[in-house]
């Protein structure tokens, strides 16, 4: 009987994805090639036949999130008819995705504490791409009179770090409430509710007066 042929494509998606949930978890340093060998189901010859090192996997995994989020807020923005509804629409789309992808905040968050430590030069543009869809929509909204003068790095912070620590934190959260109901811990507010608010309370900071 003939063997069956792998399919590579689908061999390095697999890799990928028990890679990302790994790192989420257990950060780069804690993170083995055994650990994701392991979780895969492949064997370490083979990850290191797609992957040259663990580095190497690391800098794919976070490449691949950074480019697929900003090219989902990039797609969205081009039918955007206010400058509102860009900023809207830059939140609710992160938001959404981060709710999708629950390891991408986690591993965000990470490399945000150990001041990018495992991130290479290329991923340090990815990130600046990013907050530049975000720096860009306030410059212009700016120049349109629509928002006041802002300091871009501080605005993507306030909207990136609370929609991040909003749903890296939801465990917590839920079991605070059990211990003290008395606290109002947002325990129970779906995404789309913490999106609206950090748009409007965001919105209100820029708003001229």
Do not use: W
């Amino acid at each position: 009987m003939q063997k069956q042929k792998r399919d590579a494509k689908v061999t390095k998606e697999k890799i990928l994805v028990c890679a990302r949930e790994l790192f989420s978890k257990k950060g780069f340093d804690a993170t083995t090639m055994d650990d994701v060998a392991q979780r895969s189901g492949f064997n370490k010859a083979l990850i290191y036949y797609y992957f040259k090192n663990k580095s190497a996997l690391y800098s794919i995994v976070m490449s691949e999130l950074f480019d697929e989020i900003y090219e989902k807020i990039h797609k969205k923005q081009k039918n955007c008819e206010s400058i509102e509804e860009e900023l809207k629409t830059f939140i609710y789309t992160y938001t959404q995705y981060a709710y999708e992808h629950p390891y991408f905040p986690a591993l965000l968050l990470r490399e945000l504490s150990d001041s990018g430590a495992h991130l290479p030069e290329m991923m340090f543009e990815r990130m600046r791409r990013l907050f530049v869809l975000l720096s860009d929509i306030l410059a212009k909204g700016e120049r349109e009179g629509v928002f006041s003068h802002n300091i871009p790095m501080v605005i993507h912070f306030m909207i990136i770090g609370s929609i991040n620590l909003m749903i890296t934190t939801k465990p917590l959260r839920k079991k605070a409430i059990t211990l003290q109901n008395d606290i109002d811990t947002c325990a129970n507010c779906s995404m789309e509710m913490i999106a609206e608010y950090v748009f409007t309370t965001v919105k209100k900071s820029l708003e001229v007066k």
